[in-house]
């Protein structure tokens, strides 16, 4: 259906602040979003629209944990690796909160930078931490350059303050 819309001319639009690329790769509609980037091109695809929520496709498909939608990005658009939403949210960033160890081992695959802050100063395991996810909180600590001690500060979890230290002591 979509094809066949793309073939007649129908334009990707920013309803609510979403493309139609937005769309298919926060639901994980991989062949949706090849459709999309095949008609319209991969960078106007990739790019976060104009007035939104900030949220790009490719940030879309990390916290929803959309390792093939991801992939397709990356591949057309690598320099949306790094780039982050008006939080200064990384993919890393997102895929810590939304908790994929999955999209987390692509993006380091990629070369993500594990130690990046968004802009109030949390790594991806201080977002990790924030929401009391052990299972990325162990996968992150278990990469090679992720600094544990880097910024110790307090992080919110399950109503309770920990540090890191607290957390992992």
């Known amino acids: 259906v979509v094809k066949k819309l793309l073939d007649a001319g129908a334009p990707d639009v920013v309803v609510a602040g979403w493309t139609a690329a937005c769309r298919a790769a926060f639901g994980g509609h991989a062949d949706v979003l090849a459709a999309i980037m095949a008609k319209g091109g991969a960078a106007a695809a990739a790019a976060t629209p104009a007035g939104s929520s900030s949220m790009s496709p490719l940030l879309l498909a990390t916290l929803k944990g959309h390792v093939e939608c991801a992939t397709m990005l990356l591949e057309a658009v690598p320099s949306a690796l790094e780039a982050p939403d008006a939080h200064g949210r990384t993919p890393l960033i997102v895929a810590a909160s939304g908790g994929s160890v999955p999209m987390i081992d692509l993006l380091v695959s990629k070369g993500a930078a594990l130690n990046a802050t968004s802009a109030n100063g949390r790594t991806a395991l201080m977002w990790a931490a924030k ?11 278990q990469l090679e350059g992720c600094d544990g001690r880097a910024k110790v500060r307090d992080v919110i979890v399950s109503q309770t303050y920990f540090s890191f230290f607290h957390i992992y002591a």
């Open 131 to 141: 929401n009391g996810d052990e299972k990325m909180i162990t996968t992150l600590l």
